[in-house]
């Protein structure tokens, strides 16, 4: 038996005829008429509802107590800022959430009702078959949400591919369940980092490679989640650059390669000038280029620098960047300027991702030759 099924029979949870039962109470609420019971998870039901004035169909989720009724509290709370902050600035790529409240001392949270005629699970969305440029959209779209609910100090908690459903017309997202597994702060991190780089791992595939990353005095648990967000984002765009490379030596995609390696210093810099220059002929001047770029990027200087320098310089950086992300969870401090915040937020390459490959390769060859 399934937890899913686990839940309904051990709560007795029935509807028919028009109405919700959990054991002997019946559930109703005020505003809505309950119209489904459309799912269900390990711990709580989804609803699906209409108006009685609007007519507005919606969801709501009804959480079930089970033995740690503080993690069904904190939910709540966590649900209830995302609603507040829907008033103000919806986010198109998290469900939105309207309230919250308590029902026969059920909690539950109202939200938008999302037609699963039009989504599909991340899980189900065959990404083995996807091209590298649509998974790094997806990805680009997740860790945009991701960024409106960090940055407002709103964590997910539970980030896997079947709480990330897939627009099937335009490919765009929305990220379901927040609060689901919120039990306290130190938890929460750290299965918010795991899950975090993990679906960045599922999503990048075989261009992912474990010795990309590197982390100098910490470890994956101990960083802020927004910190894991920005490595994710800037992983996904190097990765996109060496796909770019596989075209022809452009400088532009070496120094592109370099800045965002030193906005969010968490990369390996000699596996780097290993992906760029040891499976062709390439000349030597762009290792000097790279070198250059990173050192500018780090300290302003022009200096040569010996690379075991380079990499102490290096894991400096990656210690200050650590400390300013514990400070400041926006994304913004992280730019020197405007030409980087464009770049970082994937503008200068969007043109790539509505041409085939020929095009491609002859603009990459045009950057060359000027």
């Known amino acids: 038996m399934g937890k899913k099924q686990e839940l309904l029979d051990k709560h007795k949870i029935i509807f028919q005829n028009g109405e919700l039962l959990i054991g002997k109470n019946k559930i109703t609420f005020d505003d809505y008429l309950i119209l489904d019971m459309v799912n269900n998870g390990a711990n709580a039901i989804i609803l699906k509802a209409q108006g009685n004035v609007a007519k507005e169909v ?5 959480w079930i107590p089970d033995e ?17 902050l829907n008033k103000e600035k919806p986010n198109t790529n998290l469900v939105r959430y309207y309230g919250s409240g308590i029902v026969n001392g059920y909690y539950y949270c109202i939200m938008e ?3 699963m005629d ?17 998974r790094y959209q997806l990805l680009m779209h997740i860790v945009s949400g991701l960024r409106y609910a ?42 918010d980092n795991k899950m975090t780089l993990e679906l960045g791992k599922t999503l990048l595939r075989e261009e ?25 984002k800037a992983a996904a765009k190097i990765l996109v650059l060496l796909d770019f490379w596989k075209y022809g030596n452009v400088e532009t995609i070496v120094e592109d390669i370099a800045l965002f ?12 000038v290993d992906c760029l220059f040891q499976h062709r002929e390439v000349p030597e001047h762009f290792k000097q280029i790279f070198k250059e770029k990173i050192i500018t990027e780090l ?8 690379f075991d320098e380079l990499e102490e310089m290096y894991a400096e950086h990656q210690r200050r960047f650590i400390k300013l992300c514990e400070n400041e969870p926006r994304e913004n401090y992280i730019y020197r300027d405007y030409q980087q915040a464009v770049l970082f937020n994937g503008a200068l390459y969007a043109r790539y991702f509505a041409e085939d490959e020929s095009v491609i390769e002859r603009i990459e060859i045009e950057q060359a030759i000027e």
């Open 68 to 84: 740690k009724p503080d993690r069904n509290i904190q939910s709540i709370k966590e649900i209830t800022k995302l609603a507040n």
């Open 208 to 232: 992912w490679d474990k010795r990309l990353i590197v982390f100098y005095d910490t470890s994956l648990e101990q960083l802020p989640q927004n910190a894991i967000r920005l490595l994710v």
């Open 58 to 62: 919606v969801a709501i989720k009804v």
């Open 113 to 115: 009702y999302l037609d």
């Open 261 to 272: 390696a030193t906005l969010v210093p968490f990369f390996d810099l000699r596996f780097l």
């Open 150 to 191: 960090q940055e407002n100090m709103i964590f997910h908690g539970d980030l896997h591919a079947d709480n990330i459903l897939v627009n099937k017309t335009d490919n765009t997202i929305k990220i379901i369940d927040f609060g689901t597994s919120f039990r306290n702060q130190i938890y929460s991190k750290k299965r």
């Open 118 to 134: 039009r989504y599909v699970t991340l899980r189900e969305k065959h990404i083995d078959r996807m091209l590298l440029q649509e």
């Open 299 to 306: 300290y302003q200087s022009t200096r040569d620098v010996e």
